[in-house]
Structures are given as C-alpha cells and as structure tokens.
C-alpha cells in the first residue's frame, strides 16, 4: 500500500517537503483499493494488505468496511489493529442485520 500511495499521489512520505501530503486514507487510494477488492470479490480471490498502512489502526477500519480479506502489522500494533478489526466487523454485522428488518 505504501508504493501504492507514493506512485498515485506522486509523494514520498521521506521527502519533509511533500510528506504532510501523503496519506493512505487519501480518496483517491481508497477508491482504488475498493476497486481490486470488487473486482477480486467477482472471482472469489481473495485480498490482502501488508506494509506500514496495514499497523494504522484507521486504515485498518477502512479497509475492513471495505470488505479486504486479511491484514499484515507490525508486531507492535497486531493488538490494536485486531481489536479495530473485530469492532469493526461486529459493527458491519450489526448494521446488516438492522437493514434486513
């Protein structure tokens, strides 16, 4: 996700100059992610993220609304990022199961 950012948005999060621009929340990333996730879902593949993104708790919730299928983090944010993954996915399942009534 990290090349991702850096060659869509056009800004390395090294470069003091440009890095308050970089971010993997950006639209523009999430559009283009929710886009494999679609199209992998199509064909039964299934998606993973790994990188830096995957250890921000945030990107995390994100990318789980958006229905990705596994997540890599750091060893120092696996706890965090599992309990916004589960949160997450309990408010999902309790938003479908409100919808169906």
Known sequence: ???LTLYTLAVDRNNEHVAH??????PAIMKLIEHVII???KTGVKTSICGQAGSN????K?????G????SAN???VEVVREMVARTEMQLVLKGARERK
Do not use: G, Q, W
């Open 21 to 26: 621009l970089y971010s993997e929340l950006h």
């Open 39 to 41: 199209e992998c879902n």
């Open 57 to 60: 708790p945030k990107v995390a």
């Open 75 to 77: 060893i120092d944010a």
């Open 1 to 3: 996700m990290n090349d």
């Open 68 to 71: 990705i299928t596994s997540i």
């Open 62 to 66: 994100r990318l789980v609304e958006l």
